[in-house]
């Protein structure tokens, strides 16, 4: 603690005597200046002992002195002393009156104590204090280190906790509380989530402090990278103290070591898991297991889903996709303790995750989260290009790893061309291939197909377009097809061989007729 009021009165070797304001005496003094000047304020900075012998003031007028006081008192000066025996005997009793009015502090200083003693012992006791923070820092510093290395992150955060009186979090990197201590912290780190989500699109190092009703929270990022990997948070009641600071920056330089050193491993993770990845696409099951051996855990024993995520050409700059959704799910599997493969595939992202797990319930839960900031972007009127892409593959295993990509690889195009955040091979295989054939290739297939069609049905010598879709639908079945339209099959026999003839196409052909029907759905589907 630094020197306080009180702990000068008492120094024995100052003789000093309270003559005002007592209860203040616990005021800590930040140091003792010695003033003359009728109004001090100016050089004061809050916290100082001035010390004074009335040489240039009037301290028989309580006027003059209430209105002196009162501008120490609002310049934060936290006691005055006033050396009797050099022009007044005693303190004049209006300044008494006056600094007991305002709650100063008005200190006695006899005439064989001079200010220089009492600028020393102020001096020595900051020193002391200093070196008292100093030497708790450091071992604070050993405390921390030996925790990190027994216990691990939890261990550091525990022994944080106890440092600085207050309780201490750990974010990963996309704001998802990873430890708490103590326990009961845990509700309070995870109301700061939107808090820790602002520190991350910071440069780090970043900081902040939240100010609420229950208590004061420093947030700090960790990591040296231009995306901070994780955050701390640390809850105290009031503002750190020395010996406390100590404490909060070694166990940042700790977590930014050990997140320095995880993230070297990752690096030659994502090596491993590339060259895992082009064996199992390659064919080569076994040998990726013997390459992956333990790193993933039993991911290429068990069905796991391969999304393929990319970030489409209109998307809005700023921010890195790919990279948050990296954050989701691995945030998400390391909490539920599920393997994962995230690999960079050139200008995409390949992730195989769990089936029905935690990593890829991450990637759908991301994606409703994108599409619902689109929705609100469209409702605002403000344009509508997605900023991340994803396919999902239908579960697989290893051997069929290849035959997953091309799936997860088919989303990706369907969802490229909807307009879609997401869209699962399962959809596509469980829906109707009709909606594809909104896509713009198929309907100028389908244009140059029935131009012939509708250029002579324009003349108006024959509703052939209509006919043939009677046929069409009726399975080529001509009474069917005729009474549908109201004419004899005759005349609906003779349009099919004019179709025919401005085709040049068989009818009796199946793939003909297949082109045929989709061509009328494609055309239809545009003008509907």
């Known amino acids: 603690m630094p020197p306080t009021l009180a702990s000068l009165v008492h120094h024995s070797a100052l003789k000093l005597t309270v003559r005002a304001g007592e209860e203040h005496l616990d005021a800590p003094v930040r140091w003792a200046h010695a003033s003359e000047l ?10 100082e002992l001035l010390l004074i012998t009335a040489l240039k003031l009037d301290a028989e007028d309580p006027d003059a002195m209430r209105r002196y006081v009162k501008r120490l008192a609002a310049a934060g000066v936290v006691g005055l002393g006033f050396a009797v025996g050099v022009h007044y005997d005693d303190i004049p009793q209006a300044l008494v009156d006056a600094a007991e009015g305002e709650g100063l502090p008005l200190i006695e200083v006899p005439r064989r104590t001079p200010f220089l003693a009492i600028s020393k012992a102020v001096s020595a006791a900051i020193a002391a204090d200093q070196y008292r923070a100093v030497t708790a820092g ?11 290395l027994s216990d691990g992150p939890e261990g550091l955060l525990a022994a944080l906790a106890g440092q600085v009186d207050g309780w201490a979090a750990l974010y990963d990197a996309s704001g998802a509380v990873v430890a708490t201590a103590p326990e009961w912290a845990s509700r309070r780190a995870a109301r700061l989530t939107s808090d820790v989500e602002r520190l991350r699109d910071r440069t780090a190092p970043a900081s902040a402090v939240v100010a609420g009703a229950e208590d004061r929270v420093e947030l700090h990022s960790i990591g ?18 020395t010996a406390e600071r100590y404490a909060l920056h070694s166990a940042i330089a700790l977590l930014t070591l050990t997140t320095e050193r995880n993230r070297s491993l990752h690096a030659a993770e994502a090596r491993i898991g590339a060259a895992v990845l082009r064996m199992l696409l390659a064919g080569e099951p076994d040998h990726a297991r013997t390459v992956a051996g333990e790193l993933y855990g039993g991911l290429l024993d068990a069905p796991f889903r391969l999304v393929v995520a990319e970030v489409p050409a209109s998307a809005p700059e700023g921010g890195d996709p790919l990279a948050g959704l990296t954050d989701a799910v691995e945030s998400a599997a390391a909490r539920a303790g599920e393997a994962l ?9 390949v992730l195989l995750v769990v089936d029905g797990g935690a990593g890829a319930a991450a990637c759908v839960a991301h994606a409703e989260q994108l599409e619902s900031g689109r929705s609100e ?3 605002q009127g403000a344009g509508d290009d997605a900023s991340l892409l994803m396919g999902l593959s239908a579960p697989a295993g290893p051997i069929a790893a290849a035959t997953a990509y091309k799936q ?3 989303a990706l195009s369907v969802a490229r061309r909807r307009g879609r955040t997401l869209v699962e091979h399962e959809e596509l295989a469980a829906g109707s291939v009709l909606p594809l054939l909104a896509d713009d290739a198929v309907r100028a297939f389908a244009d ?3 131009r012939a069609l509708y250029e002579h049905d324009a003349t108006g010598r024959g509703d052939l377009i209509a006919s043939l879709r009677a046929w069409l639908s009726r399975h080529g079945q001509w009474d069917a097809a005729a009474a549908d339209l109201g004419v004899h099959r005759h005349t609906l026999r003779y349009r099919m061989r004019r179709v025919e003839e401005i085709l040049g196409r068989s009818l009796d052909d199946p793939d003909v007729r297949m082109e045929l029907w989709l061509s009328l759905k494609a055309t239809s589907s545009g003008t509907e």
Not at 341 to 349: I, N
């Open 38 to 47: 009728t109004d001090p304020v100016p050089y004061m900075e809050g916290g």
């Open 138 to 148: 450091f071992a604070a510093q050993r405390e921390l280190t030996r925790q990190a």
């Open 224 to 241: 040296t990278g231009r995306r901070p990997r994780a955050a701390l948070a640390v809850g105290t009641a009031s503002t750190l103290g």
């Open 341 to 349: 493969l995230v690999v960079p595939y050139g200008e995409r992202l």
């Open 377 to 379: 972007v469209r409702e």
């Open 408 to 410: 997860a690889d088919q």
């Open 448 to 450: 140059g197909l029935l």
